[in-house]
């Protein structure tokens, strides 16, 4: 669906508030009064609370799957290098939208889920696995990556590595001895050291090279 620049404003300020304040914690007057509109407007727009965090998701769903869409078009890549363009998109995008990132992270850390919002991130996941399917498939079927894969363990360690940096940044700061360092210098050093450890991880698991030279 096609989202006028109105309607990606309040989902853009909805955003930022099912972050910090929580989806159950945030009312459509909230929402409202933040994006500097009236309450009909996003009755109008989209029907309810509800339906505006399923627009929230078939947003960044679709940024999400162009990105990848456009990564396995681009015939002048070689396999690795779609991988690495695929893990700088996760790392940028991680990083970058931190809001949505919070969305996810609360309602997957909550002990209490949120049905409608549980049920868009199922669907998040399992179209981003099969977009990394078609990613890992062209390279096996060119040779280029073995065939033993675990596709599962590569994405969760892709995540799961930026999601735990991301979450421990203090921590980080004083064991890299980088206490002194402001918070956007430390983004950029954090984006290229995850940017170099993740791409020689996934080298190692997926390129048929490494094991060539094992043998």
């Known amino acids: 669906m096609e989202y006028n620049t109105k309607q990606l404003q309040i989902i853009e ?19 409202a009064q933040e994006a500097d509109i009236n309450v009909a407007m996003i009755s109008y727009y989209f029907g309810s609370k509800e339906k505006l965090i399923e627009a929230l ?10 990105q990848i869409e456009m990564i396995l078009q681009n015939e002048e890549l070689t396999p690795l290098q779609k991988v690495n363009i695929w893990i700088d998109m996760v790392i940028d995008r991680l990083m970058s939208n931190q809001c949505f990132h919070k969305i996810m992270m609360r309602e997957q850390l909550s002990t209490e889920r949120t049905p409608i919002i549980s049920g868009q991130i199922m669907e998040l996941k399992i179209r981003n696995m099969e977009l990394m399917k078609k990613l890992i ?6 040779g280029a990556f073995r065939h033993d894969v675990d596709l599962t363990l590569m994405v969760t360690t892709l995540y799961g590595t930026i999601n735990h940096a991301m ?3 203090d921590y980080l700061k004083i064991i890299q001895g980088k206490e002194g360092v402001e918070d956007s210098q430390y983004q950029l050093y954090l984006r ?13 698991s997926v390129s048929n090279e490494i094991a060539h030279v094992n043998q």
């Open 13 to 31: 300020v909805a955003e930022r508030l099912f972050a910090s304040k929580g989806f159950a914690g945030t009312s459509v007057r909230d929402i």
């Open 192 to 204: 290229s050291a995850l940017s170099t450890h993740l791409k020689s991880i996934f080298k190692s």
């Open 57 to 66: 998701f078939s947003v960044r769903m679709v940024q999400t799957r162009t």
């Open 137 to 142: 498939t062209e390279g096996q079927e060119k």
């Open 167 to 169: 979450a421990t940044q």
